[in-house]
């Protein structure tokens, strides 16, 4: 399989490189800028991509790469702080400038190249303009030797620069965000038109190929895999199960902060796939736990602990396993890569299932954990999974218990499920659900007056909340229309016993989180 390396200089968006070019079905990864010229060998790209990042290559620690790379004869592709670097490197001339030119550009093409998209192709010297994104502070004032203009905007002559025939390629805006509308296609140009890497990254070959990892890493051992009824537990018990079958025991965990008849949806759905659950019913030990508890960190990790006793009580009980599968996907082990100094790799600690691999001395099968949560739902629809579970939205670990402000209670429990239920309901029939991100209802710990038929009410207030994003990591509020709004609140207050006030939360991330707590 053809392979491309991306070396990462720091930038925020270099996750969308590695995005854009697994798109245009070639396989990547993204290593730190420390990784040695060795490991760069054995990696064997067919190109190598230099990403953008905050620094001045004149800075006296500035993020470096071995020069020995522009002679390995492979095809480069250097993007802002990579063109620079590359072109420092190869004998131009980068000039520090203390201002940025951030935002939109608009490029014409002087040449014609196979690495830029066709529609800026050069007509008897006529050529359009067309949108890109800047983002840099330096700029490059002198090409190295054999290095020619490919495109240039208003402001930056060396837009696209190239030496076509030892294949390197630098851009000063960036491709991979969505703001240069043909950066997709630069990207697939580089990869295909230039470095001619194949077309065989695709779902179907990387299940085949995990499957037979898998084989190879388990041999004849025992595999144990916690499943939540999430996109990413579910898919990996899927693809465990093809590839080692009995071998692979599937343990469910119900705490009771689940949304209504999850449960029961979890276990039908692995009864259809033949896939054994030991299903384990942990409701009151955790609603005793929680009793009194206000604090949400302290609600998280009394959640966590208990969660990895009766695991670990339950693991060791099927006996003899000495693997533990888990849903680990790539951000979470790239999020961490850091610019200066080791690239120490580290996962999410809720990830990570609260150290119980070093706690139970097994070793952890992680077999998305090549892929983006987008891969994975593709990998889901591989597998067979409905549509419905693989375009579930994401569910925090803690459950209902951190939409639950202040103490959980059984009674807030049900409450709020069965709100979220018709909330959850309308944004299906409506046919929003797969434009959001998370949506769902948090039920507030205050109590407000209301007044239904020809008496005074004194119940619970619900906030509902939906948000667009692309990670979590940011997020802006869902602008639904406000009789949309107003025919869930009528239902949920007519149908719901114990709420009657609905409001809307329409705060983005930053500043607000996107749970409550
Ligand atoms: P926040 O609220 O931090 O959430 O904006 C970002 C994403 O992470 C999920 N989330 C969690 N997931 N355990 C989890 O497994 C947690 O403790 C937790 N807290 C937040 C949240 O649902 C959103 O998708």
Redo the contacts with the bound molecule.
Sequence with gaps: MDKVLIIDFGSQVTQLIARRIREANVYCEIRPYTISLNDIKKFSAKAIILSGGPSSVHDKKSPDVDSTIFDLGLPILGICYGQQLMCKKLGGKVEASDHREFGRAFIHAKENSPLLPESWVVHESQSVQHQVWMSHGDKIIQLPEGFTTLASTESCEFAVIANEEKKLYGTQFHPEVVHTPEGTEFLSNFVHKIAGCSRDWNMHNFLEMEIEKVRKQVGGNNVIAGVSGGVDSTVVAALLHKAIGNQLTCIFVDHGLLRKNEAEQVKDLFSDFHIPLKMVDARQTFLNKLDGVFEPEKK?KIIGSTFIDIFEKEAKRVGGAKFLAQGTLYPDVIESVSVHGTAAVTIKS??NVGGLPERMEMDLVEPVRELFKDEVRALGRELGLKEDMVKRH?????GLA?RIPGEVTPEKISILQEADAIYIDEIKKAGLYDEI??AFTVLLPVKSVGVMGDSRTYEYVAALRAVT?TD??T?DYYPFEHDFLSKICNRIINQVRGINRVVYDITS?PP?????E
């Design positions: 998280r809720h990830h994401p569910f925090p670990g803690p951190i991100w998370q994003s979590g990591m997020a991330k607000g989180t996107i749970e409550w």
